[in-house]
């Protein structure tokens, strides 16, 4: 629906999710229970990822037989590179503070009255569906309000897509001649896995270095919890957060740290209750100096040697 309305979204969109399904499948090869710590494995993403934002839309038309054009036939400007040019560079904020790549975040942020109860209905019936599916009886007397309560839930704990990184910070951004790390650790995190959509709930370290400004410490965890309330991988989350952190305070270097247990996994076949992952993403000065980087992790009581 979101994509017939909106075509020039949806031609981005595709570019947008062979990226990640590409930064996915690349890390999905590292095992479950791995750490994925910065370096060499991040820059050869990134490179990938510019690959492929440039060559994206000729590469698309490369599988489809070029009709022979007029040159007159094509426009001075293309209307996806107008839409283009009103993005901000960052890989997840977009120009107006709300987050990408996610079609919905602004579809949900604007929605009138009806709208919304009418994707609660759409909601609701679906749940009651999938009760139907499971064997169970979606009339019985426990389960009559289950659907919409269910639906609800789901709304808020996905409230991430409707929220602004803007709005969050809300100009919490200070100036201090600070040159030294600044770490929140041990922040609480709870998302809902993409690929599953079971929690996987742990901890997240945020550490930055600021440039001149500092920013109000409460929002740090704010952030996390916007990106978090979303359907995520977690080796994403993790960039969410810092790349977010480095767009909306330019600090010398973020560093960002999550160890989670994920309940597909504990709660299916692969009962591994203890298992954890760790994964990370380091930018900036943090990423350049070994030195302040292990000052991060030892900090945070993950001594990588
Ligand atoms: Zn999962």
Do not use: W
Not at 26 to 49: F, L, V, Y
């Amino acid at each position: 629906m979101p994509h017939s309305a909106h075509p020039l979204k949806k031609d981005f969109a595709i570019g947008t999710e062979s990226l990640l399904r590409e930064e996915s499948s690349a890390e999905e090869t590292a095992p479950n229970g791995s750490t994925d710590i910065g370096g060499e494995s991040k820059k050869r993403k990134r490179k990938k990822a510019s690959k492929a934002n440039s060559v994206s839309k000729p590469r698309r038309k490369l599988s489809v037989s070029k009709p022979a054009r007029d040159p007159r036939d094509e426009a001075a400007v293309s209307p996806l590179e107008r839409v283009m040019e009103t993005r901000s560079p960052s890989p997840v904020i977009d120009f107006d503070g709300l987050s990408r790549p996610s079609l919905g975040t602004r579809e949900r942020r604007e929605e009138s009255t009806e709208q919304a109860a009418c994707r609660l209905e759409k909601m609701t019936g679906a749940v009651r569906t999938i009760l139907e599916c499971i064997g169970e009886d979606p009339d019985r007397e426990g389960l009559i309000k289950t659907p919409e309560r269910y639906a609800k839930a789901l709304l808020g704990f996905t409230q991430g897509y409707q929220q602004n990184v803007k709005d969050i910070v809300n100009d919490a951004i200070f100036h201090e001649d600070h040159n030294e790390l600044v770490i929140v650790k041990d922040i609480e995190v709870f998302s809902l896995c993409e690929h599953h959509m079971v929690p996987f709930t742990g901890k997240m370290h945020i550490g930055y270095i600021p440039d001149r400004n500092v920013i109000g410490i409460s929002k740090l965890p704010r952030i996390a919890d916007m990106f978090s309330q979303r359907l995520q991988i977690q080796e994403r989350l993790t960039k969410d957060v810092a790349h977010a952190i480095m767009e909306i305070l330019k600090p010398q270097g973020v560093a960002v740290v999550m160890e989670s247990s994920h309940l597909c996994m504990v709660m299916r076949g692969v009962s591994k209750t203890t298992a954890s992952t760790i994964t990370s993403c380091v930018l900036g000065c943090i990423e350049k100096r070994e030195k302040t980087r292990n000052e991060f992790f030892s900090l945070v009581g993950l001594n990588r040697q």
